[in-house]
């Protein structure tokens, strides 16, 4: 008999217990009360984050869907649309990485192709804790394994992505996974279930016992017993979802299905409910008739198990056979296992017994909403550097500290073990400032890049959400691309205390003001609450996978100098702001003080002046300052185009520290040709940019002034030298 304890058990309340019964007017079975724990926790129902998540902005002039469904879509013109989303499988990856950070990428590719959109490339976004911390190394290897296993066997490349380390994540890290799809407009598949008496189909992979919990797993803090969670882990095929998905789009092409959701997160359970709310209706199945691997298995296993691999489509009547003959021939399984009914309950039956039957509208419309509490963060206070705080350091010697830190080094050990060329389209590779696919037979390209900001956002949650969008706007106007529309994915701690809960109600503010501005809209993303160890919370990590088109692929910018004598320029003013930055934390060890300020309308100007200076072919490259300031980026350009630079002395240097590393928002630099200076000083000035000449570009050394200067392939070994390092031993 189900009682108070055994929900709690389940990771419900009791007053939310107290709700189910009086929903339903009785006690719920043990089948029932797992179906409402799967979709009342966090991880389904958004319950703390709700309230919050419907201020952002997710319309725009290219929005064809926002956030509810699968994924989000984009027009990129010519009958061409990309589905792109972010997700955290953040949990499961700390307990198994491997399998945890696989099925994380698996599970998202899924949530694309369920819309009838082919995956044509992947990203991620990845947090470890201290390089020193006894797990990190052991994590970051087998996630990264995963991702790649998982992402290659499927044939998709992986085109970019982030990594960073940070004490915060010991004992919780991150891994969010992205993908981009591409699909014709007219061909978009929805999960709205409609008529009655249509066929439920089960698809793809038999339901094992992996998994079990692994939603309301992903709604809990972490304690000593994390390894007795390692069955809540997701095991994955990717070979079978290589099959799943080109049934599916084989099954597409044709006019047979109605609806189709993958079965993600709460497996069985998620993917007929989300069915049956968005059509108003209801759905009746047969348990016995869900393809098993496992004997035995009860009604509550079934409905619960989150093996991979597996969809849930309604199809019309009559399109059984011809859709299992394509099953089939993919060697798959199929089974019809249920209808539609106009009782708008879910009505489950085993050994001809119902063993559930609940209002779909108490499962979803009913499902809890809270205003939390939360505290209002306040603007921390100004660092004073002193001057003997800088008496004893040296440009280059803080500059080649700074390129070898473990979040600015190069990260080629990690994505050399993607494939980022599978499909032949990719024309920008991992490390630099998007990766960018070709759509493919045409000379359209899209340009995707993910970025988080947990320093920023950890010291002021309001500027750090801000942030976060600009950077992602920037990175995709560094490469040509115009911005289009970003997917989101919130990592934070427990919504039950009141500090993190203000860090997500002030990051969300953020966003949303910038993405509001800048016309960047939020068309899809994920909320992963209770990322923490015992009491102790990671720190606020938004993760933003942002999209933008390029009209003509030939026009791409790359951050790689081009052409000794060409000019140099940074756009954008540099006032020398200290505080946050990786100087300031990690030379100077002073890790309070406010994030850099946001100007959105510098922000929205520089970059929108820039493309149109892309756009007239005046750029040869260009690449964003961001973390480790100006000089750390210029140091990346000249690594990546093995070519030096003469700096000159600027006209407003208050001291050299302030000016090369502080962190000042809404900047860039590009290179030009001698030729085109006039012309582009006379583009920047008509639209009020300010811009400094900064340098020449030369044949092999950094030349700050005459006592300062480093050979380029000094800066290269210094770069490379940290992760590699790190992972041999």
């Not at 290589?242 to 069985?268: F, N, R, T, V």
């Not at 950077?471 to 691309?481: D, K, M, Q, T």
């Not at 427990?494 to 203000?502: A, D, L, Q």
């Not at 200290?578 to 520089?606: H, M, V, Y």
Request: net charge positive.
């Amino acid at each position: 008999m189900v009682n108070e304890q055994i929900a709690i058990d389940h990771g419900l309340k009791k007053e939310e217990y107290e709700k189910i019964c009086e929903l339903l007017k009785r006690t719920p079975n043990i089948t029932e009360l797992g179906i409402f724990s799967a979709m009342w926790n966090e991880h389904c129902s958004y319950k703390s984050s709700r309230l919050h998540l419907k201020k952002l902005p997710t319309k725009g002039k290219q929005v064809i869907q926002g956030p509810g469904e699968n994924a989000g879509v984009v027009d990129i013109g010519d009958n061409d649309a990309i589905v792109f989303k972010i997700e955290s499988h953040n949990h499961p990856s700390f307990i198994e990485p491997y399998q945890g950070a696989a099925t994380g990428v698996g599970g998202i590719m899924r949530d694309v192709f369920t819309m009838g959109a082919r995956p044509i490339a992947n990203l991620n976004s990845i947090h470890f804790g201290s390089p020193q911390h006894k797990k990190t190394k052991n994590l970051l290897r087998g996630v990264v394994h995963g991702i790649g296993g998982y992402g290659n066997c499927m044939g998709v490349p992986t085109i970019a992505g982030q990594t960073n380390f940070d004490s915060s994540y010991n004992g919780n890290i991150l891994v969010n996974a992205m993908t981009l799809g591409l699909v014709k407009k007219d061909k978009i598949f929805y999960s709205k279930a409609a008529g009655l008496n249509k066929p439920v189909i089960y698809v793809g992979s038999k339901t094992g016992r992996d998994g079990i919990h692994g939603a309301s797993m992903a709604s809990a803090s972490f304690d000593e017993k994390i390894e007795e969670k390692k069955p809540t882990v997701q095991v994955g095929d990717p070979f079978t979802e290589k099959l799943l998905l080109e049934a599916c789009l084989e099954l597409m092409a044709g006019d047979s299905i109605i609806a189709i959701q993958d079965m993600g997160a709460a497996g069985l359970t998620s993917s007929s409910i989300e069915m049956a709310s968005k059509g108003n209706l209801g759905i009746e199945i047969n348990l016995n008739k869900v393809p098993c691997r496992e004997s035995k298995m009860t009604p509550y296993e079934i409905m619960l198990s989150e093996s991979q691999e597996r969809m849930l489509i309604v199809l019309e009547n009559g399109k059984e056979e011809h859709a299992k003959k394509i099953f089939d021939k993919w060697n798959l399984d199929f089974a019809v296992i249920g209808k539609t009914t106009k009782s708008k309950k879910i009505e489950l039956y085993f050994n001809d017994k119902q063993v559930a039957n609940i209002p779909v509208n108490t499962l979803v419309e009913n499902s809890p909403m809270y205003d939390r509490k939360w505290k209002k963060a306040k603007l921390p206070k100004k660092n004073k550097i002193k001057k003997e705080d800088l008496k004893n350091l040296k440009i280059i010697d803080v500059l080649k500290k700074i390129l070898s830190n473990p979040n600015v080094c190069s990260k080629e050990w990690i994505w050399q073990q993607y494939d980022h060329t599978v499909m032949g389209d990719t024309i920008q590779k991992p490390g630099g400032d998007s990766g960018v696919v070709r759509v493919h037979g045409t000379n359209k390209a899209v340009a995707a890049s993910v970025d988080s900001s947990a320093v920023y956002c950890w010291a002021h949650p309001l500027t750090g959400g801000k942030q976060v969008v600009c950077e992602s706007f920037r990175n995709l106007i560094s490469v040509g691309a115009k911005p289009i529309a970003i997917t989101n994915c919130l990592n934070f701690g427990s919504p039950e205390n009141e500090e993190n809960m203000g860090e997500f109600v002030e990051c969300v503010q953020g966003i949303g003001e910038a993405a509001e501005y800048l016309k960047f809209p939020v068309v899809s993303g994920n909320v992963s609450f209770y990322n923490q160890t015992k009491e102790e919370g990671i720190k606020p990590t938004p993760s933003i996978g942002g999209v933008g088109l390029i009209k003509d692929y030939e026009k791409m910018i790359t951050m790689d100098f081009k052409g000794v004598n060409n000019i140099v320029l940074i756009i954008g003013k540099t006032e020398g702001h200290i505080d946050q930055s990786l100087f300031a934390r990690n030379i100077l060890d002073k890790k309070n003080g406010p994030p850099p300020e946001i100007n959105l309308f510098n922000e929205k100007n520089n970059g929108e002046t820039l493309l149109k200076l892309i756009d007239k072919n005046y750029v040869k490259s260009a690449h964003d300052v961001s973390l480790g300031g100006l000089i750390t980026a210029l140091s990346k350009m000249c690594i990546k185009g093995k070519k030096g630079l003469t700096l000159k002395k600027p006209s407003y240097l208050t001291n050299q520290f302030e000016y090369f590393f502080s962190e000042d928002q809404g900047r860039y630099i590009i290179e030009i040709e001698n030729k085109n200076l006039k012309n582009v000083i006379e583009i920047l000035d008509k639209n009020s940019v300010h811009y400094d000449e900064i340098g020449i570009v030369n044949e092999k050394k950094l030349i700050i002034d005459d006592k300062s200067k480093v050979s380029i392939d000094d800066l290269i070994k210094t770069n490379n030298y940290w992760l590699n390092n790190y992972m041999s031993k």
